[in-house]
């Protein structure tokens, strides 16, 4: 699915990630972890497609094709979901018109059936279940006042309703309290497949308690200095990072 080879990133002459190798195939979740400043939300923005960066050397495949000569919008198209540590608000649009006009670009782009207006009101109320939110978040605009754990849940809500192959979450759980944090651990469990594949971003170990990881990955300073499962993730909120760096 995912295929990252040598990548090497900087930003204003300035190198943020160094030989980055990972594979994700579908089925999986990676976690990524490290602290503040290390590089994680900059692999995810690059994946994304987001400006700003330039790729200094190495490449990335997605389904065998090369990602970085995609635009934002086609990765978006062909099954690849980003959800923002800081999700911005835009005042005056509804957000199941939004959501609606979101899923049937993406379904007509990949030549399935548009979702009539009856048939996407029955899925977004089931979606809404998922994620515990009231039916009246219907008539809300796009992330106008919402609290920090009603924009993560909108988020997850997003991606249970476009479906994507690869999804990215870029640290989802920041700022989340602890009945805040089950609801959007149990969206990415309810979505998780064999046929799309998990790239979770995050600090702490909170959220990966909930999770079920196939590989945890440790970035420190641009580099992934060490893998394993979820006991790894553990050890690095008991221990730290310091006895990596000895």
Known sequence: ?????KLNVAVEDKNILKNINLKINKGELHVIMGRNGTGKSTLSNVIAGKEGYSIDQGNILYNNKNLLNMTTEDRALNGIFMSFQYPVSIPGLNTMHFLRTSVNSIRKYQKKQEYTS??????????????????SFARRAVNDGFSGGEKKRFEILQMLLIEPKLVILDETDSGLDIDALKVVANGI????????????????????KYLNPDFVHVLLNGEIVKSGDKKLALKLEEEGYGWLEK
């Open 189 to 208: 469990n309810d979505f998780k497949s064999r046929s799309n594949g998990f790239l979770l971003i995050t600090h702490y170990y909170r959220i990966i």
């Open 1 to 5: 699915m995912l295929k990252i080879n």
């Open 118 to 135: 009856g048939q996407f009101i029955k899925i977004f109320k089931e979606k809404l279940k998922v994620v515990g939110l009231d039916e």
